[in-house]
């Protein structure tokens, strides 16, 4: 076939693959958000049937023989198409290893567990949830068996995420937090509690809406590309550049709830509408891992939005908005907005004591996929593991293990994953700050120095380079954990008046 000819069928194949994926995604959107709660069967059948087609064209005869004669031909195509190729081969050739009927379940199973958890965590009823989460975790260990059978489960579920990421370089990274800044936790605990109080009160739910317009205007997102809507547990969800849709949950007595999920989802939809445009409706056009993914959401979460100069910034809206907030003066805000104290939800948790939120459910994965630790054990293992870690006692499965809507749909591996985003992106500010006057453009209000560089250096790519080597080039040097340790200690070191 000439070269041309096969390019065209390779676009072809990657929009037809989208729209499907884009159809599917709008049903799995549509069921998080507004969607009655009595019809996941019916979307559960849907979503087979769909999966059933997108399976026969991922493996079909003319998919593979495409595929097959591109990755034979690697040296005559373009760095984006040598790319695109190599994502596709490489998913290609782990969806045919699944059995159709298997990978078709598998979607009807996790369209099923996720309203069952909704149900669950509304009722505090873990038994509910229970035998989906084993079904869950059993047919998540054989597909990954299919797909690399002479490694370990829990390796295979990592790299599904960020791609090169193993057991061991997790346990490395996380000996880092461990070590470093378990006991600096202890002394913060220790230390006087800043004032909160600016924090709670009653905040009508439309005021709180208007905040988050306010927030997406702030940070750059465009409007025409991306909406907000409420649910459960907030995500985002890109089906292309073009379209990208956030998720909030409101709560009337803490309107920085919201405020910092907005924010949050919103660094995603950064990511996800600035990919070069040559990117987008290709399997590259999405951002690379959720490593990086979540590099640029805890950013802007913590980094950008928990500033002491963003802070300053958006204080005349929130005094605007939330007047009982005008008693208190932007000193005050920051420190409500940065007091840290162990807590029992991981969404809820301040930014220097969610690692262990995250460590805790890394080492509870792990049991789980190395049959160290049962279904019916989990909600007792980390009840003990929030005591060891967080010296705090769950008072129920709806705050405890039923808290995440992560394992009802099956994303075993991706939790380090914010652990590590954050730490990639404490790296970056290092970097950036070498070249961008971080707080003279939180002072203007203007943002578009620091989304610049993040759009120089992370966003255009989309899923161009491998997490590692796009980290490297915008790095300019290895990843280091210590950035991240270093910027946590020295700013509450600051807030806490700690030597």
Known sequence: MELTAALQKLDQLQRKQLAYSHAMGLIDYDGM???PSGTAANRAETLGILAEEVYKLSTGDETVALLDELHARMDELDEVHQRIVKVMYKNIDETRRIPMEEYVAYQKLTTESDAIWHTAKENNDYALFMPYLERLIAQTQRIMRYIKPDQPVYD???DRFETGLTRAKCDAFFDVVRRELVPFIHRVTAAKQVDDSPLHGHFPLDKQRQLSDYLMQVIGLDRAHCTIAETEHPFTTGFTKYDVRITTHYLEDNFASSMYSVIHEGGHALYDTHPMDKLAYTVLGGGVSMGIHE???RFFENIIGRSRSFIRLIAPKLHELFPETAAYDD???????????????????DELTYCLHILIRYELEQQLFDGK????????????LYKEYLDVDVPSDREGVLQDTHWADA???YFPSYALGSAYGAHMLHVMRQTVDVDAALASGDLSPINGWLCEHIWQYGGLYEPETL??????????????VNYLKNKYSEIYGLA
């Open 373 to 384: 630790l049962t279904v019916q054990e989990l909600p007792a293992a980390w009840n003990r």
């Open 331 to 349: 000193e005050a805000l920051y420190h409500a907005f940065n007091r840290a104290e162990p807590s029992l939800i991981r969404t809820e948790a």
């Open 33 to 35: 958000t507004a969607a």
């Open 295 to 297: 590099s640029q959401s």
């Open 471 to 484: 980290l490297s080039r915008a790095l300019g040097e290895p990843f280091d954990p210590m950035y991240y």
């Open 156 to 158: 295979t579920l990592l």
């Open 411 to 413: 994303l075993f591996g």
